[in-house]
């Protein structure tokens, strides 16, 4: 039997800061354990939060950029329960006054448009990270504190790729405005999924299962995909009561969600107002002052790139799946490169270049800007041919020098010297009278023939251009 799946995602986010959101201790990634902690992080006795206004600010610009309802005063409130990784006994978050309701955003599915309704957005501290062995585990405090921000969805969602095109949609607009580099390989995105199925006519939600803390976008979708597959299964095998509210988790090795606690089991946070940080007000200035700070999204600049450059949907897809990779071409335009020629070298060699080292970024190839700008140039000058310019691009990689200095250590300038090329052309024809005949007789292609043999006698330095306009002249 075909049912309908229903899913709502807690998704939770850390955020680029100096410092953790309410201590002065470093925000920062670090292999040394226990390294960035201050005795706040610690809960040691006496220790007062101090709130970070840059995650503040990072938080309420998110909101806005989800059309959520921002409220008059910004305030938190302590969530308790006891666990080793919560040092103080309770997380310092926001719960009866989020920083943003009520949103929504529009994206992209399959080429489709989905509005996706936000029940809220919050700023709370991360806990510490426990690591589990054989017979003992140890704490972390590093991530104790770190800046965090929830949120939720409302249970707005029907399938897995509906799910990860929001999440790849708010990845993109994370890092577009600097909040975080959602760098999954860091820990730094993970996810609550809510999963129900009902029938297709029904007009009441199903039974929810909740799975924690899953930390990857492909572990989320087969999340879903799984937990759609064994809800459906159980209801056409008239084991309804099977499909129980309860608290689940993925498991890799398995490829399968395990049940951790029923619902039942839940505990009661007891949430009251976080006594040591005074509310106050969110300014109408404030709020301007931050509305204007937000920068072009991935979605505007595709939409630019497409109108205004002539670019594929395929290409400014690609262009700006990345915002290191869209500043890297904005600036080949600023420096009055072509948009299509910039696009081309970038889709094809700078990010081949990319994929070809692990772990690598934009940032990490020696070719910039202003070198794809140059070697355009060189290109649009006829100074160098379209071959030689992919030549002059490995040689760059390579040698690490300018496109301008390749040329000139490699001797590559193209040979624009009427008297040699005509030379040239004369030495082809008198050895290709076959190919000459050839192309009297209607096999046009051997003039392209020719002409390669034209460049193979300059090494490739000869004007094309200038060799085939010879060579049509010279045979009639």
Not at 173 to 189: A, E, H, M, V
Not at 253 to 272: C, L, P
């Amino acid at each position: 039997m075909a049912y309908k799946a229903v899913i709502g995602l807690e998704f939770h986010c850390e955020m680029k800061s100096h410092t953790k959101v309410f201590s002065d201790a470093i925000n920062g990634y670090s292999k040394k354990s226990n390294e960035n902690v201050r005795p706040l992080d610690l809960g040691f006795p006496g220790t007062l939060p101090m709130v970070n206004k840059e995650c503040v600010r990072k938080a309420i610009e998110a909101a806005m950029i989800l059309n959520c309802k921002i409220p008059e005063y910004m305030e938190f409130d302590r969530k308790n329960y006891f666990y080793p990784d919560l040092p103080k006994g309770f997380q310092i978050t926001q719960y009866f006054n989020p920083v943003g309701t009520n949103g929504k955003i529009v994206i992209d599915v399959n080429g489709k448009e989905k509005e996706v309704l936000i029940h809220d957005i919050h700023l709370e501290e991360d806990a510490a990270s426990l690591d589990h062995y054989y017979d003992t585990s140890t704490i972390d405090y590093n991530r104790a504190g770190v800046p965090l921000l929830e949120l939720v969805t409302e249970p707005c969602l029907h399938s897995a790729d509906e799910a990860l095109a929001f999440l790849e949609h708010m990845r993109s607009i994370y890092q577009y405005t600097d909040i975080s580099d959602c760098d999954t390989k860091r820990g730094q995105i993970r996810a609550d999924v809510n999963v129900s199925i009902m029938d297709e006519n029904d007009t009441k939600f199903g039974t929810k299962v909740e799975t924690k803390n899953v930390n990857s976008f492909d572990a989320i979708r087969k999340t879903i995909e799984y937990e759609i597959k064994r809800q459906s299964e159980l209801k056409d095998a008239g084991r309804y009561d099977e499909v129980v509210q309860e608290t689940r988790r993925w498991d890799d090795e398995t490829g399968t969600t395990i049940r951790m606690r029923s619902k039942a089991d839940a505990i009661d946070y007891k949430y009251f107002t976080e006594p040591n940080i005074p509310r106050y007000r969110i300014t109408e200035e404030l709020k301007e002052s931050i509305r204007k700070s937000i920068p072009m999204l991935a979605t505007e600049r595709k939409e630019k790139y497409i109108k205004e450059y002539n670019l594929s949907e395929y290409d400014a897809g690609v262009l700006v799946k990345s915002r290191k990779i869209s500043d890297y071409f904005e600036e080949c335009i600023s420096l009055g490169c072509d948009p299509k020629s910039a696009c081309n070298w970038i889709t094809t060699r700078v990010l081949a270049e990319v994929n070809r080292v692990e772990d690598s970024t934009i940032d990490d190839v020696f070719v910039r800007p202003a070198m794809i700008a140059e070697l355009v140039k060189l290109i649009e000058d006829k100074k160098i041919t379209n071959n030689q310019g992919k030549e002059v691009f490995i040689h760059m990689l390579e040698d690490k020098l300018t496109p301008k200095e390749i040329v000139k250590k490699y001797g590559m300038e193209v040979i624009e010297d009427d008297n040699l090329i005509d030379t040239l052309v004369d030495e082809v024809l008198s050895e290709n009278a076959q190919a000459i005949e050839d192309y009297k007789n209607g096999r046009t292609n051997m003039l392209d023939y020719m002409v390669g043999q034209v460049m193979k006698k300059s090494k490739g330095k000869a004007n094309p251009v200038s060799a085939k306009e010879k060579l049509l002249n010279k045979i009639k």
